[in-house]
């Protein structure tokens, strides 16, 4: 019987689960890492509040023009994609036999991109490549590394990440608003233990302390 190329509603369900997954638990890890790194680093906290407060106000929820001018808040999300990005790894098959980098690589062979290790390779970024410096990002995404690919959260070529707009947009909004109405930090019962479970979460959770900002 010759195959369909119709979409079949199992398809369609199929295509909405990965969706779902691919779309909700990375976007909600990334703001997960970026308060912790916030917590952490109460300057950029302060930094990133003085800008949403310049561009926003105290309530305004951020409106499209807005997000283009939250640069510090931008290159903070940068900095934490790079040193904590959701997914550590990606995956490609040759489809033909191939040459890359002086490697003969067979048709059909696997090959792992380890995000994780490229965002942390002193050769790529630095001497501080295990710290958080946002204003790496200062320059651009394109000037931050020594290598033109050196930070791929959402993966690089034809199969990048479809999402990586509207994960960026949800990340920024929440943050922002956020950032309007509270300070935070880390609760004392916080461990640092990141660790990979299919994506690269805080082990012992992220208990972290909000103070609303009105009763500071
Ligand atoms: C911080 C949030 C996110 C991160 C870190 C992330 C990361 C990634 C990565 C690394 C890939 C593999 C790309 C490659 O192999 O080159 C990918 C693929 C994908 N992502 Fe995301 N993603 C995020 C958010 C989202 C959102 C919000 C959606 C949808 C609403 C989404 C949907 C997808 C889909 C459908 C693919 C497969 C694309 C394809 O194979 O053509 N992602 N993502």
Redesign the pocket.
């Known amino acids: 019987m010759e195959a369909s190329n119709d979409i079949s509603v199992n398809d369609i369900i199929e295509e909405c689960k ?2 779902f997954f ?3 638990q ?2 909600s ?2 703001l997960t890492w970026t308060a912790v790194l916030l917590a952490m680093h109460p300057q950029w906290q302060v930094q990133a509040r003085e800008e949403v407060l310049r561009v926003c106000g105290l309530r305004d929820i951020p409106n499209k023009d807005d997000f283009v001018k939250l640069k510090t808040l931008s290159m903070i999300l940068n900095e934490s ?1 790079r040193l904590y ?3 550590v790894a ?3 098959r040759t489809k033909v036999d191939a040459e890359l980098g002086g490697y003969m690589i067979p048709h059909g062979t696997e090959l792992l ?1 380890p ?1 994780l290790a490229v965002h942390h390779d002193k050769a790529i970024w630095g001497n501080d490549a295990n710290e958080f410096n946002p204003a790496r990002f200062s320059g651009g995404v394109a000037r931050a590394a020594k290598h033109p690919i050196g930070f ?13 707009n ?3 947009l ?2 920024k909004l929440a943050l922002s608003i956020i950032l309007q109405r509270f300070s935070f930090k880390l609760a004392p019962t916080y461990q640092h233990a990141p660790t990979v479970l299919m994506l690269l979460y805080p082990q012992y959770g992220a208990p972290i302390i909000f103070q609303p900002l009105s009763q500071i």
């Open positions: 990965s969706f691919a779309g909700k990375t976007t890890n990334l994609l990005p959701p997914t990606t995956i490609r991109i995000i791929i959260p959402f993966g690089l070529g034809v199969r990048t990440c479809i999402g990586q509207l994960a960026i949800q990340a």
